[in-house]
């Protein structure tokens, strides 16, 4: 009677351990081939995606004391976590309409990553 729906557990596990890691993973592919403002723009997404990953990760860790952690966690609950999420992937996507981008499976990759991120988003808001 009091169990979560699987789609709420689907969300909340890919929203904490597998989109922002994806992301990073997204974006390291595209600093290594592309060129110019692409890559500055790839870089931004990895270094954010990796530091948003490191604040949800932190926890597991053990490594939750001292203020940066707590205005990190703070920053990355914004928006109920979706903001945080958003950011990375904004910069991801800029890095797709600079000069110098290469390799448009990633965007492919990045946009059914989003989709798949707000689609259980929406399902575990109805559902």
Known sequence: MFEPSPVLLAFLVFKRFVFL???????????IRAAASARL??????LLALAGAAVLLAPMAGI??????????????L?????????????????????GSRMR???????????????LWLASIFL
């Open 105 to 119: 499976g990633l965007d492919f990759a990045h946009i059914a990553l989003l989709w798949i991120l707000v689609g």
């Open 41 to 46: 723009a790839a870089l931004a997404a990895l």
């Open 64 to 77: 939750t004391g001292g203020p940066v952690y707590g205005a990190a966690a703070r920053f990355m609950a």
């Open 79 to 99: 928006g109920n976590g979706m903001l945080p999420l958003f950011l990375p992937s904004a910069f991801l996507a800029l890095s797709a309409y600079l000069p």
């Open 21 to 31: 890691e994806l992301i990073a993973a997204l974006a390291l592919a595209r600093v």
